[in-house]
T-cell receptor
Framework: GENVEQHPSTLSVQEGDSAVIKCTYS??????FPWYKQELGKGPQLIID?????GEKKDQRIAVTLNKTAKHFSLHITETQPEDSAVYFC???????????FGRGTSLIVHP | GAGVSQSPSNKVTEKGKDVELRCDPI?????LYWYRQSLGQGLEFLIY????????KSGLPSDRFSAERTGGSVSTLTIQRTQQEDSAVYLC???????????FGAGTRLSVL
């Protein structure tokens, strides 16, 4: 089955800096890669996703890149703000499956 | 309701007791998922319901865990003879179809003493 590794487990940045979270996956058949943000006491919320026919996708301060050859994808947050502080999860879904495999999460702390 | 609703939000139980966790998905969503989130861990898939199809139970960790979905809407996750290692946050999610965006509830935090 699919295996997703996520790094780092904790990331601390100053407000205004950029943050990058990286994930690798094992199944070359995976074709859908969502990113979720989980705030304290809440369920994960989808913030951006990318499919395997696209190399990069951007939504305001958030961007995701995908390298299918290397089987890794990354989340980039620019101009970080304190409200970006949360746990971020990456996930990968194999073609034909409706069950994403999640990474272990990255706790992002943005210091004002 | 506007989102996925889970109840109770917190549950404390004694080892060996049975517990039931409830999930109300977004109206009209045919797909429903249960996940377990242990401290410092990712989301562990438990079970997936899609319409009237047989559920995918491949993630259930033991036969003490079971789930049902009545009328294609509300789902109940049951854990029998709870153990301390069952302590975790249990998350439910729903989506319009299997390939659509998943909406998560806030979860039920289960503590087994």
């Amino acid at each position: 089955g699919e295996n997703v590794e996520q790094h780092p487990s904790t990331l601390s940045v100053q407000e205004g800096d950029s943050a990058v979270i990286k994930c690798t996956y094992s199944d070359s058949a995976s074709n859908y890669f969502p990113w979720y943000k989980q705030e304290l006491g809440k369920g994960p919320q989808l913030i951006i996703d990318i499919r395997s026919n696209v190399g990069e996708k951007k939504d305001q301060r958030i961007a995701v890149t995908l390298n299918k050859t290397a089987k890794h994808f990354s989340l980039h947050i620019t101009e970080t703000q304190p409200e970006d502080s949360a746990v971020y999860f990456c996930a990968a879904t194999s073609g034909g499956s409706y069950i994403p495999t999640f990474g272990r999460g990255t706790s992002l702390i943005v210091h004002p | 309701g506007a989102g996925v609703s889970q109840s109770p939000s917190n549950k404390v139980t004694e080892k060996g007791k049975d517990v039931e966790l409830r999930c109300d998905p977004i109206s009209g969503h045919t797909a429903l998922y249960w996940y377990r989130q242990s401290l410092g861990q990712g989301l562990e898939f438990l079970i997936y319901f899609q319409g009237n199809s047989a559920p995918d139970k491949s993630g259930l960790p033991s036969d003490r865990f079971s789930a049902e979905r009545t009328g294609g809407s509300v789902s109940t996750l049951t854990i029998q003879r709870t153990q301390q290692e069952d302590s975790a946050v249990y998350l439910c999610a729903s989506s319009l179809g299997g390939s659509d965006e998943r909406y998560f509830g806030a979860g039920t935090r289960l503590s087994v003493l």
